[in-house]
């Protein structure tokens, strides 16, 4: 369950999606 929205608010997530790009 990965949000698409990684550079929004997610710190939780690692940023490997948008948040990389």
Excluded: H, S
């Excluded at 369950?1 to 790009?21: C, I, M, N, Q, S």
């Amino acid at each position: 369950e990965f949000p698409t929205d990684y550079d929004e608010g997610e710190d939780d997530r690692p940023k490997v999606g948008l948040g990389a790009r």
